[in-house]
């Protein structure tokens, strides 16, 4: 089939998404509506616009649909009472449609569930007899009842400013469908590499028929599919996309670190972007627990420094009754979006140092969970926004040259073509700093970049340890400290040594072992480097980045920002003052000022759920004084939107005082 082109969409910047997902087992859904009294909580949470439920998890509707089945306790069109009362608002309407879960079909159509390799159903967090949502499979005829659905619906509503379809997980499956769609493409479904180049075909096809039931309807029609992260490197996959939206609970197994990773990312890439966060305390679903009303602030303002729009998720109470609580919250928090807008709008981020996220290079368009959150690019991303570094995160189709440095991290080795990519960027002055595997040649057996060293296989100790030179060394660091991960071992050649390796006595084994942790390390230096630079390219043994991720090793990251500093020279810009926790962004606004965002919160670990971990933020202290070192080209700095005029002294400016967040502009 052709594919339709999906026009991008502008979106608005304050949503709601408005969760509805209602049990059968519900008595009177919603018998409290009240349409005068939906659209005005919806007003006074400053609300511009609203993702409202056509079909839910549990695969009812709530439309008058002769598709499906309308919910068995509902006694009148909700879905039309709403859209009706927020057009006679000003608020724009989104219309939701669950696609990759729909335990109605589960029940009536058991072959159209996902079936594992294992021969077990697909579920969330739990098995086939458990209270968990089902996987349906897209490359069974539920595809054909999903577009028959999405047709009704964009027809029934044609009002609608947007298509919103959730839960696009197809994983690699071995129902009777996918076992005889596989076969009649000549795969053996038994054969893992087979079943996910089937996988690709079903969620391809989705994607193509979706598309077109919609835009066959309403060419205009904004689309978009939720897989509950940003894939990393396929951007073919984006051509079904209006929009991004970045989903992103930092409590419900996102973390805090997803969103600047998923929106660095995205803002690469030509589309309007939304960020997506909640007012739960922990996840999707919580009907009577809220987060407190700082850390919705700082999530939202987060977005804010990446530039994207702002989506909160609600849940709708059955009887149809929008709560207080939550729209108070959003009220206030939306009021300060809408002041901060005017240095928002249309910007774009400025960055000195670009990640070339690893998993971009070796899963493309991976949709896969633990793929989200590789820790070699989180790792990274940790290690450059605790160090105020300027950056965006891009895959191999990006523009290096729009770069200083190019971060390739751990675990990118170099194909042909990247190879070719990165040749031309070291000609044309870029520079590049590599770490454990990443700049070897695909197969490993050596360098295919000029590191300047020699590579002498890996390091049979684990436990290493690495002495810096003085000028890249933790500055409380005299000694060599620890490494705790596999690395390699290289030599210099023609670069130069950025320290030695020093090697313990012998690794912890069941022949021997010493203390509690590691034999000592060996007085005299082992004669391997720790790292090397080589005029625009600097290489680090150790897995540096995976292994911040994992461990958190504060003389770790000094190390590696030391390296960074050194290849990359003077950043755009600076500051002084703002702690590790404290992140910096710089983007430039359509008129050319600068706009520094400052932002500061800290999350704490206060439990564990089977999402992740569960960090809570509940106090913003103020910080500062931070001291700024302007963007060159800028003399004068203003703090926004209080207006104020910071005075210029030797091209520095000092905000005094910062709770969260703060923006000051540069022109
Ligand atoms: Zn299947």
């Known amino acids: 089939m052709a594919q339709r082109v999906v026009p991008k969409a502008v979106l608005p910047w304050r949503q709601v998404h408005l969760d509805f997902h209602t049990s059968e087992h519900i008595p009177d859904v919603g018998a409290r509506f009240d349409a005068t009294a939906f659209a005005k909580r919806l007003k006074d949470g400053n609300v511009d616009s609203v993702v409202l439920f056509a079909k839910c998890h549990h695969g009812w509707s709530y439309y008058d649909t002769q598709i499906g089945a309308r919910h068995p306790t509902l006694g009148f069109d909700m879905l039309r009472a709403q859209v009706d009362a927020c057009q006679a608002a000003g608020i724009k309407t989104v219309i939701y449609v669950s696609v990759g879960w729909d335990e109605r079909s589960a029940r009536d159509h058991v072959d159209w569930r996902q079936v594992a390799p294992d021969g077990s159903f697909r579920c969330l967090l739990g098995g086939h007899l458990d209270a968990a949502w089902k996987y349906i499979c897209l490359g069974t005829p539920y595809l054909d009842y999903l577009t028959a659905q999405i047709d009704e619906v964009v027809r029934a509503f044609p009002e609608a400013d947007g298509l919103w379809l959730d839960i696009i997980k197809q994983e690699p499956c071995c129902c009777v469908h996918c076992q005889a769609g596989a076969t009649a493409a000549g795969l053996d479904w038994l054969n893992e590499g087979d079943r996910d180049v ?351 991720r994992e461990l958190g090793s504060v003389a770790v990251k000094r190390y590696t920002l030391a390296a960074l500093a050194d290849l990359l020279g003077a950043p755009t810009m600076a500051v002084e003052g703002l702690p590790a926790a404290g992140t910096l962004t710089l983007r430039r606004l359509p008129n050319g000022h600068h706009v520094a965002h400052l932002l500061y919160a800290t999350p704490m670990l206060k439990g564990q759920t089977v999402l992740g971990p569960l960090e809570v933020i509940e106090d913003l202290p103020a910080i500062g004084p931070i001291d700024i070192r302007l963007p060159g080209g800028t003399t004068a700095a203003r703090l926004e939107p209080q207006g104020i005029n910071l005075p210029v002294v030797d091209g520095k400016a000092t905000v005094d005082r910062f709770a969260c967040h703060q923006m000051v502009v540069f022109s």
């Open 198 to 548: 089937y996988r690709k075909t079903v969620l391809q096809t989705y994607l193509d028929r979706s598309v077109q039931a919609a835009l066959a309807v309403r060419p205009d029609l904004p689309v978009f599919h939720n897989t509950s992260m940003v894939p990393r490197g396929d951007r073919h996959f984006f051509e079904s996309f209006s929009h991004i939206e970045i989903e992103s609970l930092p409590t419900g197994g996102w973390g805090y670190d997803h969103l600047p990773m998923a929106a660095k990312y995205a803002g690469t890439l030509p589309y309007d972007r939304l960020g997506v966060t909640a007012r739960f305390h922990i996840v999707w679903g919580e009907l009577g627990a809220w987060k407190h009303p700082n850390a919705l602030r700082y999530e939202v303002c987060a977005m804010l420094t990446h530039g994207t729009k702002i989506c909160i998720g609600d849940h709708l109470d059955p009887t149809g009754v929008l709560d207080t609580t939550s729209y108070q919250m959003i009220g206030d928090v939306f009021a300060e979006v809408e002041a901060k807008r005017p240095w928002c709008e249309g910007s774009v981020n400025i960055a000195d140092v670009a990640l070339l996220s690893a998993v971009s290079v070796r899963s493309p368009g991976s949709i896969n969970r633990a793929d989200r959150h590789a820790p070699e690019d989180e790792g990274a991303l940790r290690m450059l926004n605790e160090g105020h570094v300027l950056f965006d995160v891009i895959d191999a189709d990006a523009d290096f040259g729009a770069y200083r440095v190019l971060i390739l991290p751990d675990r990118v080795r170099i194909a042909p073509a990247l190879k070719t990519k990165l040749d031309a960027y070291l000609a044309g002055g870029g520079k590049v700093l590599l770490s454990a595997e990443s700049g070897l040649a695909a197969d490993g057996s050596g360098f295919a970049l000029p590191v300047g060293a020699a590579l002498l296989g890996p390091s049979p100790f684990n436990p290493t340890f690495i002495a810096p030179r003085d000028d890249l060394r933790p500055d409380w660091i005299t000694d060599p400290f620890m490494i705790f991960a596999p690395s390699l071992r290289i030599r210099a050649t023609d670069g130069l040594s950025l320290g030695a390796v020093h090697e313990p006595w012998f690794n912890r084994t069941p022949h021997h072992f010493n203390g509690h942790i590691n034999a000592a390390v060996k007085p005299e230096p082992s004669g391997y480097d720790c790292g090397v630079r080589h005029g625009q390219v600097t290489y680090l043994a150790q897995p540096v980045f995976s292994l911040y």
